[in-house]
Every structure is written in C-alpha cells, then in structure tokens.
C-alpha cells in the first residue's frame, strides 16, 4: 500500500469511528428504555415461564444427545412451545454431522483384588474390542507429566491422568483442564498407550463420571478414551502407589456418519428495524447420561424466557430479537452449521450471546469491546444492580461455544457470567437433573437477560463503533 | 405366686439394687483413671491408625458383600491387621448364612418417550424373569397411601411409593422411614402388585440409589423389588401426573445357601478380670455398591484404633477389651451368629457398642439405664466435653444392630451418637468411598470410644446395676 493510500485508510477509519462513535452516543438508552428494562427485570423475578420450559422439557423429553430420536423429539417440543408463547418465524433449520451414540461401559480393575470402576466414554472416543482391552495402567498425577513421557514409553499400556480441575467460580478452571480431555488420548497413543483414562473434569466427589467430547489428532492412533469417576481416580492413585494395577475397559460406541440435527429459530420481530438482529440462545441437545438440566435446559429457558417477557410489551423494541436453540452443541457441530447458513446475515446481527454455564444467578455482564464504558453500558449496569449483578469492564471474549463462529465473522459477542461454583459438580453427568436447579436464581437469569436483551433490541447501540473505542 | 413369696422376692430385688448401687460407687473412676481416659482422647486426635485401617481396607479390598470372596479377603485382611497391633487371641469365628448376590438391574420407561432410570436391587430382593418385567406403574405419594389401597387395586401393576425420608442428625429419618424398604414389597403384592419400587431411603439428591435389605413377609408373594435414584423417583412423579407411565424393571440377584462368613476378633486382654468383657466393635462386611467407607469401615476402624490405643498403655485395664468385626450386618445375620455363639458368656459381657453410624464425630453418648446419672456419667461427661460430646441424659435404647440380640440376652448396650447429617446422602450407594471420611472427626469419634471404652474396662462399673437404679 502507497504513502498516501495508507493515510486515506487511515483517514476513514478515523472518520468511521468518529462517526460510529456519534451513532453510539445517539442511541443513548433514554430513560423511557431504562425504566422498560427495570421493569421487565423485576417481572423476570415472578415469572414461572422459564422454569416451567426446563422441567417440561427434562421431564417429557429427558436426555436428547444430537442425533438420537430423543433430541428430534425434542426439535418438535421445541417448535411447539415457541409458538405456543407467540414467537414468530418459528423454524428448525437443519444440517448434518457425524453423531457419536454411546455403547456399553465399564472398567475393572483385574487380578487378586477385583474391583469396579465407574467410568463413562468421553464423546467422539472409538470402541474397545468386543470384549474388552486389558493392560496395565501408567498413572500420570499431573498431564504434563504424562507429555513428558518418552514416546513408546506407554507402549501397550493404559494411560491414566488424574490431574485436579480446580473449582473457580467464573469456570476457568475447566478452561485450564480441558486439554486433558480434548487431547490426552493422542498424546497417550503417541507414546504407545492402547487406551486413556482421565480424572474427570469436575469438581464434586461423586461414582458419577463427567463425559465430555475429545478431538483426535492427525496422525495420532485413535485409542479409546473415557473419564473415570472423581472417586476412582482417588482410589487408582492409592492403588498404583502399592504396585502395578491391570485393568480390563470395555467401550462400544457407534458413529453415525450424516446424522441429521436442527437449530430451531424463534422471534420476537422488531418494529422499526426488524433486519437488525439481537441472538440470544443455548443448546437444545444435551448429553445423554443426565437430562441435561443444567447444561443447557436452563439456557434455552433462559434465553426463552428472556424473549417472551420481551414479546408481550407494548411497544415492542425496534430491532428483531432472535432466539436460537442450538442443536449439537455438545459435539461442537451447531455453531459452525449456524453461522454458515447465516453467512450473509452477520453484519445485521447486531450482538450475539449464549446462556450456557448452568441455572445460578448471573453475578457480571462481559460486554463487547469497550461498551462497558459507554452509556449503553452506564445505563445497563444501573439497571442490573438492584438484581446482584454488575457489568464488568472487561471486555467478553467469547459469547458462548455455539457463538464463535458468528464471533469470527464479525458479530460483537456478549457473556453473561453465572456463578459456576458448582457448576461442574453434575456438569456432563447423570446427575445433571432437574433438582439441581434453583428457581429463584433461575428467574435471576432471565431478569438480567431481559434486561440486556431488551436494552440492546429497543435502543439503536452499535457494539461494532464501540469496540473500535476501546481505550 | 403367693403373697409372702412375693414380698420376699421384692426383698431381695431390693437388696440386690442397694448391693449393685454400693458396688457401683465402690466403683468410681478414680482421678487417675480418668486422667488416663483424657490422655487417651487427645491422643487419638493425633493418632492416624483408625483413618490408615479404613482407607487400607477400602483401597485393598474395596465392596466387601457377605458371602463374596471379596468378604472372605477382608476378613483374612482384618486378622493379619489385628495381629499386626498386637491384639490377643486374634481369630474368626464362622457361621453360615444365606447370601444374597447381586445381578444386572435396571428400569427404563418405555414407550414414546422413553427414558433409563438409575435403580437398584433391594438386599434379598428375587429376580424379575430373564427378559425383565414390564407393567403400568401405580404412584404413591406416602407408605400410608399404599397401605390404603384396596387388595387386589395393584392387580399387574407395578407399586412405586416417593415418600420422603427426613434429614436429621440422629438418624431418626431413617428409622422413620424404614418400613418403606422394608416390608413395603411384600404390602405391594398383598395388593397385587408384580414389582415394588421406592424412592431411595436417602437425603442426597444424586442418581446414585440407594440399596438395602428388605424382608419379605410370611403369606405374601415375592415379588421384584428395587430403590429409585431421588431424582428418578421426582421424575416419576412429575410424568405420572402427566399420564399413564410404563416401565421394565430387570434384576437378576441370586441366593447362596449357607454361605459362609465369619466375625473376626481380637482382644486387650484385662489383667485383674479378663473373664469381664468390655465389646466394641463395627461390621466389616459392606454393601457391593461402593467401598463400604463410611458403612462401615469408619466403624470397624473406630472400634480398631480405640482398642489399639488403650492396648499402649502401662497398666491396662482390669477387664478385658474385645473388639468384633462382625461379619453380615447389612443382610441382618452376623450379630445373631454372635450371640448365639457366646450364649454362655453373656453375663460376663459388662457392656457392648458397634459404631456403625458414619465417619462423622460423635456428639452425644447415650449410657445404658440410669449410667448417665451415676458417677461414671458424670466422670465421661467431664472427659469428654472437651472432644466435643456430651453424656445424654437419655438411656440408650440399642448399641447396634449386631449388638441387639445381645441386648436381648441381658448385656447393656451403649450409643456413641455421632453426626449424622449427611450420613444418608451416601448411605448405601456407590459413592460410599474413602474422600467421603474427614480424617479429624474419624480422629474425634475414636477419642470419645477410646475415654468410654478405658473408663468402662479400668474401672469396675456394673452397668446392670446402675439400670436398675433409674430414675
């Protein structure tokens, strides 16, 4: 680029934002807008509806892991509740993906002293033989240990990391861990191992493993894989420290390669601008071995929740609010299939966020790029106060799994932090039911995603300017 | 009886209490026992062999059912532990008994929707038919709705009752609740039910049931009978409210007929009347679920390290200490076996308890008949007030159930209380394992036996003298 073509560049860009920057401070939120958004908060507070979604939809449907006539249930469940509540343009936009559908299970320890272990697959591991694999284990306490293994060091042996994932409030601790999971079986068959075993990644201390899906890498022999119960990663340390322990793990999954699965769509279409769009969602599909309460009933209940309080206003904002139910968000297929059937449409999707860390309270809202300095973010946080939550200055990262491919495309994301304290105690187990969730703190949610929502939708904000006025 | 006849005998029952109280204040711990008692308690704070005992037995041998060959190697296990402490007169003593074993079990609800729920089998419960039995369900809210049903009103039906078990530190919940487990099947199929289900006698909220033994009654068919994880047990009451529910329940369990096991024994031998037996003891036996951590290797490592300490001591007591590890407590045999056993020697029993009551610390020591208001009382109070327990003024009702056909035969029982709280959340399931025991309030309830145990075995209390003297 030339000298004075690089200056003109640079000119517009300035200008852009300058006059970006004039947009935002136009669409001020005036006090009308605010007033509206306390209100609907406070609604959110007694409002029965979102609760209502989740226990229907984990009792009458259950476990519905993408791909299996159980999530195609609840596609038509879903379909049928949006359009029941009002919601207009209700559809189910289908794609294809290669669904990972669990076998049998077990693992034993072998020799003089049997015992049972409870382990679970991880998605996406391949099958054990028929009957089995049997071999001796190598216990990692930590993964890099097990990285700094020698290669062939592991040869014909079964890999075991049983690393702690630490309980943080804002969840970072699975960040910190998933590598174990996501990756521990390649690295392991790299070095010979014939099959891996993992700590769970979770934090409470039940015979309940925590499935959750890998990623084969290239070139690597694909070994199959599965989480051991939090206890019995306990009891394998005790066991490995007084001699060698064989164990004999049984794993028979199936893929189905095209297996067919839907984001199902609702709207509550804008008055004035209705082309501009504001997506919130979750995940419809859950794991199989829980009914999927938690991860992610409770964020389609939300985010349901959250845009039928909306709909039922007079007057409706001006921008369309969407609601998407995400439909392989476990085998991190729906995203990818989401955003490219909406290639064309990014730059009208004004913001884009998923609730998909659980039922608890939301404790900080993470807007896009500098937004939490502007007014929007002034009037947001004035209003989200008096529900226990604040807006963070940090700028969010990533609006959620089923978010990042629209996030790379364009579309400013937003994250509205749960407390995920105990978040990943039933996280990817049987046990994420419908017990686990607190009303209360439930309706909490749907109050600050009103509120957000509903700000974002009836306002004129332009996250795009405002990111590009990041100090 | 005549009247002079009966004066006299009135007579001498007086005389025998006033000689029985007289002994029982010649009796007094002295100051220097007492010391010794307090001495011993603080050193069981510090003393890791009660916690080292039971995390051995639950990693080496692990599920330990009566009549496994996983029993048979805790109990050649438990012998070589006694030995190795330098008990007296370590050996096992046999009895046979019909031993139940567990098979495949599950339930699954069928039809459009189907889903798995998480059950297991009841302790003695018969099989269903190979392929599984499969029938309409009846709910019922409480045991009293079930008792109320009409015979013949369950005809083909399989009876499912949700009753709640309360939450209660003395464990009155379970108690409360027992008869669910108990005799519930066999009320189920006065009425013509095919299967009985219940709601997990429990306080946890997790898919992991919570097994135990039934007893069917004399007259009433035998039919299937299983307890539901809690949370399957509020899913089947929020779809039977929705309609008509089915469900195939499958257990296969088998019975062997005199199989053997066995109570392991070990003494501190009393130096001046080793012919007076102080008993404590727990069970070693477990359920197949878990570890039998809490249920009761808590117990049996309880009754090892208090004896243990006591057995460190220049001077020992005067009495002998004996500790039983008794052999099927969970299928109801090993403590009839016990006392059928030493018939001839009951006499010579001056007290007996079976910590078979959790991990937790014990808060409260409940005496037999009026102890609690003698001077032996009032000694233990003052010892151990500051491990944090009291001597209720309560008379204990029973030490345990190996200890109740005992009880029968005249031998005072005593109750170590300990917290039981959250004792029900595990109780009988798979996630009775090791991490579930707090080392320190193991170390606290092992210093309350070891004070009640060396008071009772240095000094020359006669608890059945104090019995009599109650108030």
């Known amino acids: 680029m030339g000298r004075i073509l690089r200056i003109l560049v640079v000119a517009v860009a300035v200008a852009a934002t300058a006059g970006a920057t004039m947009r935002a401070t136009d669409a001020l939120p005036s006090e009308s807008l605010a007033a509206t958004a306390s209100s609907l908060g406070q609604k959110a507070l007694n409002d029965p509806a979102a609760f209502d979604f989740v226990e229907s939809l984990t009792t009458e449907i259950g476990p519905r892991l993408a ?129 891996y075993l993992l700590r769970s990644l979770g934090t409470g201390s039940h015979r309940l493993p925590h499935t959750g899906a890998l990623n084969y890498a290239d070139g690597a022999p694909r070994i199959p894989a599965a989480a051991l119960a939090i206890p019995d990663a306990d009891q394998l340390e005790r066991l490995a420290a007084l001699g060698p322990v064989r164990i004999r793990l049984l794993l028979t999954p199936t893929i189905q390669e095209n297996a067919p699965s839907w984001n199902v769509v609702g709207e509550v279409e804008g ?17 199989d071995l829980g009914t999927g309460a938690t991860d992610d009933g409770a964020g389609v209940a939300i985010a349901f929740g959250a845009a039928r309080l909306i709909s039922g206003l007079p007057p409706r904002p001006r ?63 004035r209003i989200i106060a008096p ?39 039933t996280h990817h187990t049987a046990d994420d039911t419908l017990d686990k969730i607190d009303p209360k703190q439930l309706d909490q949610a749907v109050a600050v995603w009103s509120a957000f929502t509903y700000l974002a939708a009836a306002s004129d904000v332009d996250f795009r300017s405002l990111a590009l006025t990041a100090k």
Chains 1, 2 share one sequence.
Do not use: C
């Open 67 to 195: 791909g299996t006539e159980a999530h195609r249930r609840a596609v038509a469940w879903a379909e049928a509740r949006l359009k029941a509540a009002g919601f207009e343009n209700v559809h189910s936009e289908p794609f294809s993906f290669p669904a990972w559908i669990r076998g049998a299970e077990s693992a034993d320890i072998v020799g003089s002293a049997p015992q049972h272990l409870a382990v679970t697959a991880l998605g996406g591991s391949v099958a054990t033989d028929a009957n089995g694999i049997e071999a001796e284990i190598v216990l990692f306490r930590t993964y890099d240990d097990l990285l700094a293994a020698a290669p062939g060091s592991l040869s014909g042996k079964i890999a075991v990391v049983t690393q702690r994932m630490v309980r943080a409030q804002d969840g970072s601790g699975y960040g910190a861990a998933n590598p174990i999971r996501r990756y521990g079986a390649s690295e392991a068959a790299r070095r010979g191992a014939v099959a």
């Open 271 to 287: 008055t004035e601008r209705p082309y501009e769009v504001v997506l919130i969602g979750g995940h419809l599909d859950s794991w």
């Open 319 to 381: 921008r369309t609010i969407r609601v998407v139910l995400f439909g392989a968000e476990e085998m991190n297929f729906s995203g990818a299939a989401y955003a490219q059937a909406h290639e064309g449409e990014t730059g009208k999707i004004v913001v884009a966020g998923e609730a998909d860390f659980g039922a608890r309270n939301v404790y900080s809202v993470q807007l896009p790029g500098a937004a939490a300095d502007s007014d929007f973010g002034h009037t947001l946080a």
């Open 387 to 425: 529900l226990g939550a604040n807006v963070d200055r940090r700028p969010a990262l990533g609006g959620g799994d089923d978010i990042r491919e629209l996030q790379k495309a364009g579309v400013p994301a937003v994250s509205l932090r749960q407390d995920g304290l105990d978040y990943f105690d």
